[in-house]
Every structure is written in structure tokens, then in C-alpha cells.
Nanobody, 124 residues
Framework: QVHVVESGGGLVQPGGSLRLSCTAS????????MGWFRQAVGKERQFVAS????????DYEDSVRGRFTISRDSVENTVYLQMNDLRPVDTAVYYC?????????????????WGQGTQVTVSS
């Protein structure tokens, strides 16, 4: 059984930083992509970033490119989302997801396994 667990959310002031973590266990294959999505109140779920498990390929949504960095630790089977220069518009529940493919994708329907989400609030 696949388990996806996020952590690291919280309240931060504008311009601040947070690092989200995502650990996936029980994956049925060794070729997959990890992605981060977010959903703000009253809005649709939005792609944030993705990374191949090899760590070679990454993809970002335009509004976070240059501020967020996705990375992975293959030993700990963990993916991270380093978020810098946070803005109030980044406030959302952030979800980690697993796609059973070795290629990045911004489409949430292509991800099979999801975590429960972690709240990120950017406010002064």
C-alpha cells in the first residue's frame, strides 16, 4: 500500500521561507515522478513543481520559478520543496503526489497517489 505524507507547512511572513517535505513508501515501481500541487480556498488545484525520481528533470509553474526549488533525497525516499520569498498569494494547502511514470507532468489527473496536504499561510 502506498503512503504519501507531507510535512513542514506553517505560518510565515511575506518574504519568508519554508521547506516542505514529502515521504512516499510502498511504491510499486522504481520509475516515478513526484509532484507538488496547491489549492487555495475557492480555487482549483494548481501545479507547483515536479521532479523525476532520478532528480535529473524538474518542472515549475511560472509564478514560483526562481523562488521555489524541488529536490529529492533518494536515500531517505523524500522530496523537498524549498519555498523562498513567499507571498500572500502562495497561501494554500500544499499536496504531494506520485505519478507512476519517469516523466514530469503538470496535470493532476496523471498522478495516482496523494498525501493529505499541509497548510501554508503567508501573512503579516
Amino acid at each position: 500500500q502506498v503512503h504519501v505524507v507531507e510535512s513542514g507547512g506553517g505560518l510565515v511572513q511575506p518574504g519568508g521561507s519554508l521547506r516542505l517535505s514529502c515521504t512516499a513508501s510502498g511504491l510499486p515501481r522504481d520509475r516515478y515522478t513526484m509532484g507538488w500541487f496547491r489549492q487555495a480556498v475557492g480555487k482549483e488545484r494548481q501545479f507547483v513543481a515536479s521532479i523525476r525520481w532520478t532528480g535529473i528533470g524538474t518542472d515549475y509553474e511560472d509564478s514560483v520559478r526562481g523562488r521555489f526549488t524541488i529536490s529529492r533525497d533518494s536515500v531517505e525516499n523524500t522530496v523537498y520543496l524549498q519555498m523562498n520569498d513567499l507571498r500572500p498569494v502562495d497561501t494554500a494547502v500544499y499536496y504531494c503526489a506520485v505519478r507512476e511514470s519517469g516523466y514530469e507532468s503538470p496535470f493532476d489527473y496523471q498522478y495516482s497517489y496523494w498525501g493529505q496536504g499541509t497548510q501554508v499561510t503567508v501573512s503579516s
